[in-house]
């Protein structure tokens, strides 16, 4: 590379991703491959529609790439494409969300999510982000004392206030969605259902969580997160009479995009055809397995474990511990300046603020995705707990 003060700061953060333990549980490693898409030439073609129906000539290519990230989606998730559509294109999570609600519910509808506090995501309809403004939320809560679901509860307000559409899936649950009881209590008030399974797409893809798509009318996902793959999102849609995947697609573009990032496609499709591998499975297994021993042994350490332990690569622990412990802010600065990369949340009922919350998001994909088993997950408990209790 001819520019240096870019390739040095490449090289930096290169740098500061292989010298740390990181536990968000949002990120992963890339293969080289994916890379490779990703810096490819592709990036250089316009190719406004979809395959077979552009707005610019010369698509031919990028047409095959698009159609085979489309049939690797279908594979890699065991689904008939006469039942199913996928869009390939949303340029990532929030956007595939703000699409879909776009296609689906008209202006000012409402939209049931979980509240951001509770293990949401903003664009579940919250207040500062533009699904709070475009759409109404009509917020749900995970239960007081087990912090997990309550579906008696949430069919209550599902009833009582009839969102168009709910969406089911987080950024910070540890624990099984249960999807036939979320498709019970959709269908109780005439609403859609959305999964956004961003966060455990790639332990569905390995097999280690339970499918949505038997339950859902929509399934959005980001690329990056479990799943291993680029910064990208996918959205699937159900073909029936309503055709709502129409909806959806006409959402995305010209709703929403103009061109799709045909390298980031091409980047989704390497990383589809990854996690269709053995190797994969294994390292989705592996990724709950050491999550399941990061909070086991937090727990014997005295932290107290959201929700009481997780099933999932990922975990909350409440370092505030009601003024007794510190604030997290305050733990995920010394974590980091330990060399532990992890970011402070909100706990549910929280007593402290969004920025400076009561508790810490643990994942176990990056550092599972570097070969770590059950063992190192008990050191870096020992050293988190090491390094929260030090003055
Ligand atoms: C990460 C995430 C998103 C948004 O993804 P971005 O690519 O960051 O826009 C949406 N929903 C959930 C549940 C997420 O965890």
Redesign the pocket.
Known sequence: MKDTQIKKLIAAENKRQKGVINLIA?ENYVSKDVLEALGSELTNKYAEGYPGHRYYRGTGVVDDVERLAQERAFELFKLNPEEWSVNVQP???????VAVYTGLVPFGGRIMGMALEHG?????GQKVSVTGKFWTQVPYFVEKGSERLNYGEIQKIAIAEKPVLIVA???AYAHVIDFKKFREIADACGAYLMV????FAGLVAGGVYPPPFAYADVV?T?T??TLRGP???LIFTRKDKRELNKLVNRAVFPGMQGGPHVNQIAAVAVALKEASTPAFKKYAEQVVKNAKVLADELGKLGWRVVEGGTETHLLRIDVWQNGKGIGGREAADKLEAAGIIVNENTIPFDTRTPKDPSGLRLGSAPETTRGKKEKDFVAIARKIDTVLRSR
């Open positions: 949002s340029l990532s999570g929030s956007p595939a969300n949401g995501h903003l664009t579940h899936g987080f950024t956004d399974m961003s966060h959005t980001t990056h997160k910064r990208s999102a």
